[in-house]
């Protein structure tokens, strides 16, 4: 039996929206405040991640609640107010970070379906409320863009976990990419040159040399598998060719080891106070690990290891800014970001 429906019944079919892209930059974090309590409630969060210290067993967890959460949140915070954002009340990483995504949004603006946010791993603002904010936009694709030029668990990997665990709560999941880590990119190796050179340029002296900081991590990490400090080499490997420098006069290290077992070597603070002692009397600082400047490049290397510097016989010391949102900085990750977006744009 046929049934003929009239047309003038028919419920006209919903009007489709338009297909829309996120795209979501993520650093790694920072504390809503420079005091005691915004620091201890960030470092709880970030030391309680497994991907960051592995063994959260009973000892840890003593540790941590027992000591360093009681001791160490003073005193970074002072570090944190040393480099405060005063008038936005908020850490230089989180100012920087906004601003690339601003300044990416504004460079791919004649893809008008692409809504570009940002998000930190721990802190806020956080993934999970960014990934809200996008999927309410109508955003049904999502490529996550983790701000770490060189890959590790502690870091690139902990950003998907996170944004794994938002997605597993959703029933409707956006299709997913995510970035690969851009070590070796050529656009990378070429603006950190020039970023490098064009700050040498203002210097009022000629560094003898220049030192690569890279944040550090347990050996055992490493020994494990985790390709960081592989690519840590490749980046610096890249870097001194691209400016025609040997080793004796761009110098690998790392920096920021906490605890008490072997971290990569050789570390920064040692090396830099052994080449004051050595004679070395001007170098500058460049930590291409680091896609914005915080506390660790600010406060660490700016002040703490120039004090080291020059407590041991150094005289001139310089930091060479992150990327940040530089024009070379924004090239990388526009170029980054393009390139994934492929078949998506």
């Not at 009973?58 to 027992?66: S, V």
């Not at 570009?116 to 999970?128: E, H």
Request: net charge neutral; charged share 25%; proline share 7%.
């Amino acid at each position: 039996m046929t049934v003929v429906v009239p047309i003038g019944s028919a419920k006209p079919a919903p009007e489709a929206k338009p297909e829309r892209v996120g795209v979501l930059l993520v650093n790694l974090g920072t504390p809503d405040t420079a005091d005691t309590r915004g620091v201890r409630v960030y470092l709880k969060e970030f030391l309680s991640d497994p991907r960051v210290i592995e063994d959260q067993g009973l000892r840890w967890k003593l540790i941590l609640n027992g000591i360093i959460l009681r001791i160490r949140p003073r005193r970074k915070a002072r570090d944190y107010q040393k480099i405060w954002n005063v008038d936005r009340d908020e850490s230089p990483l989180k100012t920087i970070t906004r601003a690339q995504a601003e300044k990416l949004a504004e460079a791919i603006a004649d893809h008008d379906h692409v809504v570009v946010d940002w998000a930190m791993r721990y802190g806020n603002p956080s993934i999970r409320s960014r990934i809200d904010a996008l999927t309410a936009q109508g955003c049904d694709r999502l490529l996550v863009v983790p701000l770490y030029p060189q890959y590790s668990a502690a870091t690139s990997a902990t950003v998907c976990d996170e944004v794994f665990r938002v997605l597993a709560g959703m029933r409707a999941q956006p299709i997913l990419r995510v970035t690969p880590p851009y070590y070796d990119d050529p656009d990378y190796i070429d603006a950190l040159a020039v970023s490098i050179n064009a700050h040498l340029a203002t210097l009022p002296f000629q560094p003898e040399l220049i030192v690569a900081s890279f944040h550090g991590m347990p050996q055992k990490y490493v020994d494990k598998g985790d390709p960081y400090q592989a690519q840590c080499i490749a980046t610096t490997d890249a870097l001194r060719r691209r400016m025609g420098l040997d080793a004796s006069k761009l110098k690998l290290t790392f920096q920021s080891r906490f605890g008490f077992d072997e971290w990569l070597q050789p570390y920064t603070d040692k090396t830099i106070a052994q080449l004051a002692k050595d004679g070395v009397k001007r170098i500058a600082v460049v930590t291409p690990g680091f896609s914005a400047d915080c506390l660790e490049t600010l406060e660490e290397i700016a002040q703490e290891n120039a004090e080291i510097f020059k407590h041991n016989g150094g005289e001139q010391f310089a930091l060479i800014p992150c990327l940040n949102d530089s024009e070379p900085g924004m090239d990388v990750i526009r170029q980054l970001v393009l390139r994934e977006l492929q078949g998506w744009i």
